[in-house]
């Protein structure tokens, strides 16, 4: 006989019915939804339409199966030690399976769908059944992937079992492990079913997205991840999966694409709906699907504006599903919840791993977290092996599940074959603490189990797994103790994939940004190879050439857009302070170890005093090379929306080819003081000092840039080994002439800085450019924390503390 619900007692309700503070009723995944619904249709989120089952109807079903006692009773004999984990899990399970659904309970949910039909003009509409327990997506606690979801139900007795299988799921083996793990009661926690339209994102392509990049928790952005079919792949890490960077103060302006990373990945699979069932298949992704983006710009950025929405409706970062429909073509948000891991940390912290030495390279994948782990590799290639995993080593493994929580919990690092920043191997590490490389490939192949390994996520984006147990050390400080200075304190930055993992230090922007660093080592091939591709004769880097720029219409576009998103990338950490972006400053022996540069580079006797810099940009040799540069800045700057960057010229030796270099910037479209365009020149050869005044009526600043400047005025060539010891920027004709454009560029009326390695290295040399009276001192970002009090206090001595413009919310003139 069923029981009836209790007077008052709501069975169902419908999404437009319930919000955030509705979790003891609904659980959070159907609390968010409603809130999704109610709050977040007005800005454009589309959320599929769907009721959930309450609290109190998984209550009335443990009361009309009677099967709480046993339940109880089973709990206390697992916390006892018998039985087992997989023992009691599926005795509760089977406790709800082979009991029936209350009659009013199913009466409620057959409603509530047959009204779901009309809304959506369907006989028997496809849903999505997901279970949302009333523990989870808490602030403190990531829950997912904890119970089950059910796809393609179609039909009333479909739907009513796999109701039963949700409220059954509550007791899987993980879902009773992550409970222990937090200390929460299992009878406490009641389970709430989500009904929803069913998107067909079988047809097209789904995934998740952060409103934070995961790795550094940098607030400014939003991380997309996108593959072929099902969400499952993405969230599980079963496939590589495509990758888009956004950097989200710039969406709502409906003239900019501030899309700043694309990554395409090999997205080998993807998982469908079974033809004609509710069950799923993997299938291979053809050629054509591995080769193409899952998501065109227009929908990144649509996804991207929803993330930004919905993250400020909840006043903290979020965790979001994402899926587009096949036959319409429509994207929606079918899940949101708190992120759970950066949110705890402050941003006041940061701690900076740091290797000590080197050792060969195992594997590459992404960096999950910035630390370091030492351990000795613990390989499992099947979760039949999981008891033989030995605590405190690194886990090495094809992939993780929910399954995998236990043994990750105990292991000093990660390495995975398979997975993307967002699979569950990456979001459990993070969680975890604990660092991970993922999406190794061969990862399980390349390492041998028992093997000395340290696996390094303290280079930027790529996580390296290198043989031996490297030495590293570990940096920790309060940003928010570091005293104010007077003096504005900036960072050089070269490498796009690690500029967000610096975005607490309290800088006033970029004081340098090598723009070769980018080429070397995102673009990879010399842009005159890609203006004349007939002129590289060597047929091997012609077809590595061709596998770079494949997918792009012309093959300067690569150029183009990689430079673009390299520059875009070091740029956003401090918006709106300013990004200085160096013009290409290679030696033609540098330019020449690009593929295809040989072609375009001739031999010469001394490099470093030879066809470099400003000379190059209006010569005839190089001008082609010149104008995509010039493109890629202004797409960075324009298109891109980060006009904060100030572009700076290198090596210029006289006025006149500073003239001509201004010439040929304007021609390319890049005129100094239009769109508020600011160009600085490095104060680095002797003439730069000696005609200050007559540079400083031309350009809108100066960077002093000690390491050339060393080198010619005391004629030691700074590669010289034997002469390293006769090379000092604190030498007295050095200084002497230091002081001399300090004061000169002030007399012109333009600020002046430094970005050489010398104020990084030397205390007694930032103290005496303190006293000077320099505008801005550019550090390593490794050096800022140690640097800074050295500053402040030169400060107090020169004439009192600072008064906090270099702090990161001030701007250098």
Known sequence: MSAPARPGTELVVAFDDVGIADVPRVGGKNASLGELTRHL?????????????????????????????????????????????KATGAAIRELFLSATLPETL???????????????????????????????????????????????????????????????????????????????????????????????????????????????GFPRMVE???????????????????????????????????????????????????????????LETSEAERAAFVLDDSEVLTLARWATAVAEHYGRPMDMEWAKDGETGELFMVQARPETVQAKLGAGTLRVHRLDGTGPVLARGAAIGDAIAVGEACVIADPSQIAGFRDGSVLVTTMTDPDWVPI??????????????????????????????????????????????????????????????????????????????????????????????????????????????????????????????????????????????????????????????????????????????????????????LLGGAAFEEAEENPMLGFRGASRYHDERYREGFALECRALKKAREELGFANVVVMVPFCRTPAEADAVLSAMAEHGLARGENGLKVYMMCEIPSNVVLAEKFAARFDGFSIGSNDLTQLVLGVDRDSARLAAQFDERDEAVTTMIAEAIRKAHAGGIPIGICGQGP???????????????????????????????????????????????RQDAQPN
């Open 224 to 282: 997309i991840s996108a593959a072929w079919g099902l969400g499952e792949t993405v969230v599980q890490g079963t496939v590589n999966p495509d990758s888009y960077e956004v950097f989200s103060p710039l969406v709502a302006d409906p003239g900019l694409r501030p899309i700043i990373g694309r990554t395409a990945g090999a997205k080998e699979h993807k998982l469908v709906f079974a033809p004609g069932g509710s069950g799923t298949v993997l």
């Open 760 to 806: 990084s290295n030397h205390p007694d040399f930032a103290e005496f450019l303190v006293g000077e009276g320099i505008d801005s001192i550019s550090l390593n970002p490794d050096s800022v924390l140690r640097t800074v009090p050295i500053i402040a206090a030169a400060e107090a001595r020169h004439g009192g503390p600072g008064a906090g413009p270099g």
């Open 408 to 593: 990750m919990k105990r292991a000093s690092g990660i390495v995975t074959d398979h997975g993307g920043p967002t699979s569950h191997a990456a979001i459990v590490s993070r969680e975890l603490g604990v660092p991970a490389v993922v999406g190794t490939v061969d990862g399980t192949s390349a390492i041998a189990d028992g093997a000395p390994i340290t696996v390094s996520c303290a280079q930027g984006a790529e996580g390296l797994v290198l043989g031996g147990r490297i030495p590293f050390t570990v940096e920790e400080a309060d940003v928010g103790a570091l005293p104010a200075t007077r003096t504005h304190v900036m960072v050089n930055l070269a490498d796009p994939s690690a500029a967000f993992r610096w975005w607490r230090l309290p800088v006033a922007g970029v004081g340098l940004a090598r723009m070769e660093f980018i080429i070397s080592n995102l673009i990879r091939v010399h842009p005159m190879a890609l203006v004349h591709p007939e002129k590289v004769a060597d047929a091997g880097e012609r077809e590595e050439i061709a596998a770079l720029t494949r997918g792009y219409r012309d093959p300067t576009e690569y150029f183009v857009d990689r430079l673009a998103t390299g520059i875009a990338k070091i740029a956003a950490p401090f918006h709106p302070g300013p990004a200085i972006v160096r013009l290409s400053d290679f030696k033609t022996n540098e330019y020449a170890n």
């Open 106 to 216: 199913a009466t409620a949910v057959g409603a509530a769908y047959r009204d779901l039909a009309g809304r959506v003009g369907q006989e028997r509409p496809a849903v999505a059944v997901r279970s949302s327990a009333t523990a989870e997506d808490l602030p403190e606690a990531s829950f997912a992937g904890q119970q089950e979801t059910f796809l393609n139900v179609s039909g009333e007795d479909e739907l009513l079992d796999a109701c039963r299988r949700c409220f059954a799921s509550l007791f899987t083996d993980r879902a009773i492990t992550y409970r222990e793990l937090h200390g929460m009661d299992h009878l406490d926690v009641a389970l709430s079913i989500g009904v929803q339209r069913m998107v067909r994102s079988d047809l097209a392509g789904s995934g998740v997205m952060f409103s934070l990049d995961t790795e550094s």
């Open 41 to 85: 249709a007005s800005v454009g989120v589309a959320v599929p339409e769907g009721f959930a089952t309450t609290a109190d109807a998984y209550r009335l079903y443990l009361d009309a199966a009677g099967i709480r006692p046993t339940m109880a009773s089973l709990l206390t004999a697992f916390r006892a030690g018998q039985p087992g984990l």
